[in-house]
Structure formats: C-alpha cells, structure tokens
C-alpha cells in the first residue's frame, strides 16, 4: 500500500522541454520521475540540483524543488543542500564534462564524504551544450572541433574515479533500456550514501551513435552483461556465457565447453567490498568482455549527512552552552562596576537602526 | 644604562619578540588577558611570519606580539612600542625601528652569541651601536642560563628547558608592570597540569623566577605603573575580530530562528572563524569543511536554498575563486554572508599580514551586473555587531552580503563589554506564507525583496537557477525582461541604505578637513584625529562600516568640510570608488602598501601637511 499513489506525471512541470528531438535524455528522464513516483516519498521533500550542460536543465523539467547552478558544481551545492536538511531527498543531474572535468574536485569530494545523494551522470563523451568538443571521457584519437587532429589523451573511466574515491555505490545503465535504468534508479534510492549512477547517453547532434556498438538492442544480451545481485554472471542470447577468475583476471567462458558448469561461474555480491573484482567488472570493455550493466558496488558506510547530524545530538546531550548568552558570558570574563564607570551605549542605541 | 625609576604612563605599549617557535603569541597573549582583568583597556597586534617555522635565528623567522594598554580608551596597539623584549639578535633587528625613542630594551643576552648576530647579519659584535640604540634602556637579562638554572632540579630534556623561555620573560614584564601572577598560573595549571604535570611545574617555577629576578634587580629594571582605565560598567571579556565575526553569526542565527551552517576553507587569517563555529556543535552549527573555496561557498549556497543561515568565511585568494559562485547567489537571490579577511595581495602576497586591497575585488569583482550588499567592520569587537548585521540584511532582503574585515582586526583583539542578547534587534526572514500566490521572485514593492520558500514547504514546489528568470523561476532571456530585472537586482541593494544608520562624523560637524577612512583603520584613525584635535586644528573623521550602498547622508556631511582625505590600506580603492559615486568632491590620498597597519604619527604628518598646503 502507497502513501501518495504518485505517477510520473506528478513529476513533470509545465515547462516545455528543449532537448534535441531524439535525444537520449528524454528516456533518462521518464526513467527518473517513474522511479521518484515509486520511492512513495513526499513531492515537497525532493530537491533536484544540476550543474551546466544539457542534462543540467533537468530540474526545470520537474515540478520538485529544483535548483540550476552553475558548471561543475552541483555536487557541492547538493553537499550543503543535503548536509543542511538531512531529510530532503537530493537528486544530482549532471554529465561528463560537468562532473569529470570542471566539477572533478567536488565530485570525487562528494563520493569521498558519502553524502546520501543520487548522482546520476549522463555519459555521452562529448560537450553537447557548446556544440561538440572532446570531453573527459572521450576516447584518444577522438576527432572533435577542439581536437581536429584526434585528442592525445586518454579518457576518464567514471566507475574508477568512483571506487577510487573509496565510493560506496556505483551503478552503469543505457539510456535506451528504460526499464533497466529504472531498475537500477531504484537500487541506488534505496542506497544510504553516494549513490552515482552513470547512463550511458546518446547526443543525437554531436556525438550519435557513441555508445552503439554497446547499446544497439539487437547485440545487448551478446554484449551487455545485465549483473544481478547473488546471481552468476552470465550473459549472451543463450545465458550460455559467463566470467570466471583466472590467474586473477576475469575471462569469459562459455557453459558446458571444457568442463565449465554454472557453478564454476563467479556470483555477482555488490555488498562486498571486493574492490578488485568491482574494478575489474567496471573495466571490462568489448570486444574481449561484455560490458557491465546493474549495480556494480553498493556496501555500507557511514554517511556523511547523518553523521553530522549524529554529532551535533552527541554534543548537544551533555552541553553547557545551552544559548548565545551562555557562550557570551563563558570562560574568561570580568565584572567593572563602580562609580566612576559609565553606563554602557548600547551599539544598536548608538546607532540608529530601523 | 639609565637609572632606575618608576615611572608613570597613560599607556605603554610592549612587543615581545623572539623566533616563530619561541612562544611570543602566547606570551604576549597571557600579558594582554592579564592587563585586562586588571582593568586595562587593550588593543593588540600579531604579527607573524608566513611560514610555521622559518629558519631559527633570521630576520625572516621573527614573531611579534604587540600589545598597547592603558588608564584611557586604547584604539591602536600603538606605533612605537615603549618596551621591546628581544629573545635573539634577529628579533632586535626586525623591531628597532618600531621603537619609541629612548625606550627599554630587554634582551636575553645569552642568545647574543657570535653565531647569532651573524645569522641575523649584523656586521660587528656590538648590534645596539649598529642600529643606533645606545641611548636606549639596554637591560640585558641572561634568560636562556637563568632558565636552565631555575629548572636543573627537574627531570626535564634540554628541549623542553628552552621552551620555558618565554615563561621567564613573561615573568618579569608581569614585574615590571605590576601585573599579579594568579592568571598565568591557572593558566597554566589547565593547560598543562593534567597532561604533564612536570611541564606546568616548570613553566610556574619560570614565570616565578622571571618575576623574582625583576624584584631582585631593582637597581636596574624600570618598574612603570599604568592605572585602570575608567570605562563603561558590564561584563568584559577579550575578543579578537575573527572569534566576535563568527559569534556574531551565532549570534543572527539565534535570533532568526534559524540553524547556522558554514562551508568554508582553512585559509589564513580566516581559518579561526571557521575553527570557533566548528567548536560550535552545542549550539548546533553545521560545519563543513570543504575541498576548495569554491565548494566552500556552493555548499553554503546549497544550505540558504535548503533554509539555513548560510556563511562561508575567507580571505582575498578564496575570495577570488567564489567569485562566481557568488554571482548565483546573485542571481538566484539566496541569502548568503561571506566574509572576507582581508590580507596582503595579489596572488599568495602576504598572507599573514593586513591590507584593505579587496575592496575593488568585492564591489566588481564578477561577471556581469553583480551587485552585492559591502559592511566593514572597524574594531575587533565590532567584528560581531557587523556579522550580525551582515546576517541581518541578507535575511530580511534576500540578497548576498560581504563583509569585509581584515588580519589586523582578525587576530587583534580588545576588552569587550558583551551584550546581552536582548540589546540585539530581531531578524525575521523573509520565510513564504502563501502557497496559492507564490512566484519565487515575486518582490515586496517597497523593498524589493523575494521571498524564501525552502524544500520541505508544501505547495511551494519552485526552481531557481543561474539563467535569467521569470518571476516563476523560469528560464527568460527576453530582452526587456534582462534590462528589467539588471535594475531590479540594483535597486534591491541600492534599498538597503533604509536599514544602516547615517554616516556619523567624530568631530565637528564642519571643519577645514574631514578625514574618511573605512574598515579596520578605524583605530589608528580616530587616534590622529583626536590627537590633531586636542592641538586645536579643524579636523574631524568619518569612518565607514557601510560600502554598498553608502549612508544616504554621505554628500552632506562631504559637502561641509574644505579638504577631504581618504586614507586606507592600498592605492585608493575607497577614494575611486567615492569618485564614482560623489564625483561632486575632490578626494585627497593617504595610502600604504606594507602589509602594516596605519601609525598614528604617520597619519597626523600626513593630515598637517594637508592644512598647510
């Protein structure tokens, strides 16, 4: 039974949206307001920040508090946001450029700290909103209008820099698998925590077709491995695929050749804070592996928010000062008194204030 | 050598001296609470090197502490010190020109070794002739020996026998000036007694025999006699700028009903008021020590959109990186303070000493049409009053305020009468009432001011952002709709100027030269003024704490006086701005760019020379 029988249309707001025709931030965006819908969780008590770029007009989309910063720095602005009011809760839109390169600091700050916000990022590997230029995350050699001779450097992996910054959840869907992205929205709402939720997205303008050779449906279950929770990883149209261990490296196999069984394949536990194998499932690329999709890590730790909260009650149980007088008056203070002292001018009688 | 005497004084000033690790703030410090409980009036200056430990025994490694007190309102921690305590020939160096002619030198003469004066780079044996200090009070005191001596019957190392130095100075200025022991004592004993038992018995068995050396030298030592000062009945304690700034935050958000949250950057001088909120959880602070200065003040925008009393505190590099961010707060018309320390620049510059070159930075200092509310506060204690203000303003006006201080109020302090809470004025935010009619930029016709609705509110649901909006908080880039709302962000600060007082003169209200200063100079200000007074001349002042937008009586009181000077802490940012604003006046300069503070002397031949022209 539902507190509030929400749909997806109690998250959408008047404003027109103004994405691309096509655009794969419109599937993201379903995705979202049908997975706030299901969170059963007041609509007055949402607040969405985003930076700068496409994905970042999102909050004028919603009819939840929203709040559009400034470029790279929704992360710390949703840091004050959640740390000032512990109960809202705090959506981050934001995308490669936004987060990876201007906002870097303040996102691997933010998975550090264990804030407990949803980050999700839009990966389309390009910059979008000023038309076209290699990104962090696009890859060497990438032609684009500011590197017309290829880029020479090599590109961000946003679940490293995540579990590098000792993150406690992190997620990967396709922008065209609505009902998986949804799937994984879910879980990382659920998570206490930092929860960074990285879509791979397409920019039909600048960037079409980057994500193809993972996304195109007719090859996803050959080359998408969909990771479920206490469940073998396997994948292909047969689920006659999967990983194993060996000499500590993950090798896709193939059930019932060369003795393989289901039991020999590995069991996806997200909850364990096995960051090597967790890595290792980011960093799987095709065409040697599948690539990874589902909840990759999400293990406990203590969360910032609350446990500022927590320190302030701490304090507070066995305080002294219990107001500013007290404060004003404690520790080293004196009396002067006396007749030849004068009455004191008060600043505010002193000055004339209205 | 003079004779001794006892001599008596209306004030004194003494700057302890010695390397960076020798303990000079906090002898200075405990000299200076132990003077005000004694009912002095006080006014000190630190006066430190960037560096935690620059190397030992250079000119470059000196720390000071000046302390100036007195049987009459002290404004300045003084010019020219009448006492020097010199621990090593670099700190004798670095100080003898900052002394009062003929004044008193103490110096530990076992640290005048050969390698000592020419680390210092003195040329010759004899550095008092080398910078002309022969008719000085030379006392010279063996203070490393009889340290040592009064400590051999303790278990102690070498290490921490030297660090009692300071104790033994201490010890004999307390003679010198009559100042009881019972303070250092119990301050000693907490901050030692439990952890090391034995290292509060040596600094005790120090700071005695520092003293007792003082009683037993008579024949030489100067014993000078400063009577209380005769000031206003209350409850005193001692405040630097940077602890009453963030008090008087404290102070704004209890009386706004709301919580305090600060997202800042440990950078100097501003990293204390940072530290005294975090102490802060009783009263339930949230602090947030963020990874840059730009998160520093995101996060505290992130908290006024989530409904707190949002600050952030810095100095002028942070400054700079907020800059943007603080042109959101702008926009999105958050209420947020920030505080800005001011201190030596550009780039790195002079991070530990003081300057008022922010001013420009602050008033213009981002992209597009940005205005902000500007305070400065003039005296360490005051520091409170204007962060209170500072809170006040941006609650009750929606919009972004800076107040300005600087090194010299931050780390300087004064006796403080503290007010009772309830001599402070109310602060009511502007919190949405009715969900039915609510635009988030729909404005109080007289004051301009938006309303706050924050999340958690029902029916308020809204956007903001950092693009040109509607009254809805959409997205609108209409031409018109820009030009309407530029004006509008202006005159929302321009409207301000209904909550300050006027600008009030010290002084006659017409004369031959008004003096206008601003911010933290106010005490070596007023200290010229009241000095070219007392000799008759026509010279009052006008000091301002309100920038943007100025008292509203400004021109008047300009128009009164033939000559005006504006003298502050950098090349006339202050003067150009009053050009800007009152092109009607011809303003005179007095700047300096030392890192130091104003001297009352230099002013006054400034001020004099002005008269004559």
Known sequence: ?354 | MKNTKVIELEEVAIRFSGDSGDGMQLTGTLFSDTSALLGNDISTFPDYPSEIRAPQGTVGGVSGFQVQFGKKKITTPGDLAHVLVAMNPAALKANAAYMNPGGTIIFDVDSFSEKNLEKAQFKTNDPFTELKLNDYSLIPVPITSMTKESLKELELDNKSILRCKNMFALGLICWMFDRPLDYIEGFIQKKFGKKSPIIAEANLCVVHAGYNYGMNLQHMTPQYIVHPAPIEKGIYRNVNGNLATAWGLLAAAEKSGLELFIGSYPITPATDILQALAERKDLGVKSFQAEDEIAGICTTIGAAFAGDLAVTSTSGPGFALKSEALGLSVMAELPIVVVNVQRGGPSTGLPTKTEQSDLLQTLYGRNGESPVVVLAASTPSDCFYYAFLAAKIALERMVPVVLLTDGFLGNGSEPWRVPAMSELPPITPRKAKNPETYLPYNRDPETLAREWAIPGMEGFEHRVGGLEKNNAGGVNQDPDNHQRNSEIRAAKVEKVVEMIPELEVAGEPEGDLLVVGWGGTYGHMISSVLAMQATGKKVSLAHFNYIKPLPKNTAEVFGKFKKIVVCELNMGQFASYLRDKLPEFKYNQVNKMKGLPFSVHELVENFDKLLEA
């Open chain 1, 1 to 354: 039974m539902t507190k509030f029988n929400y749909t997806a249309k109690d998250f959408k707001s008047a404003a027109e949206v103004r994405w691309c025709p096509g655009c794969g931030d419109y599937a993201i965006m379903n995705a979202v307001q049908k997975t706030m819908a299901d969170m059963d969780i007041a609509h007055k008590d949402f607040a969405v920040i985003s930076g700068i770029g496409c994905s970042s007009r999102f909050p004028y989309y919603m009819s939840t508090y929203g709040f559009h910063t400034i470029h790279g720095r929704a992360a710390a602005i949703a840091s004050g946001v959640k740390s000032a009011n512990p109960a809202l809760t705090v959506w981050v839109m934001t995308g490669d450029g936004d987060s990876l390169a201007i906002g870097g600091n303040h996102f691997i700050h933010l998975v550090r700290r264990n804030i407990n916000v949803n980050l999700v990022l839009f990966n389309n590997k390009i910059y979008g909103l000023t038309k076209g230029q290699y990104s962090p995350t696009s890859d060497r050699g990438k032609i684009t209008k500011t590197s017309p001779f290829g880029t020479i450097e090599d590109s961000f992996v946003p679940g490293q820099l995540v579990l590098g910054s000792r993150g406690t959840f992190f997620a990967r869907a396709v922008d065209n698998n609505i009902k998986h992205t949804q799937e994984v929205l879910a879980d990382a709402a659920q998570h206490k925590g930092t929860s960074v939720i990285e879509v791979l997205q397409n920019c039909v303008i600048f960037n079409d077709g980057i994500h193809e050779h993972i996304s195109d449906p007719k090859f996803r279950a050959e080359r998408q491995l969909f990771l479920k929770k206490g469940q073998p990883m396997i994948f292909g149209e047969q689920e006659d695929k999967g990983l194993i261990l060996e000499n500590g490296r993950l090798k896709v196999v193939k059930i019932g050749e060369n003795g393989v069984t289901i039991k020999d394949i590995l069991v996806h536990e997200p909850a364990e804070d096995n960051l090597g194998l967790q890595v290792a499932l980011i960093n799987m690329a095709l065409p040697e592996y599948p690539v990874a999709m589902g909840v990759i890590r999400s293990v406990e730790a203590p969360v910032y928010d609350q446990e500022m909260k927590k320190q302030i009650e701490t304090v507070q149980k066995t305080r002294k000062i219990t107001c500013m007088d007290d404060l004003l008056q404690s520790g080293n203070t004196w009396t002067v008194e006396g007749e030849n002292c004068d009455e004191p001018v008060k600043f505010f009688d002193n000055k004339c204030f209205g």
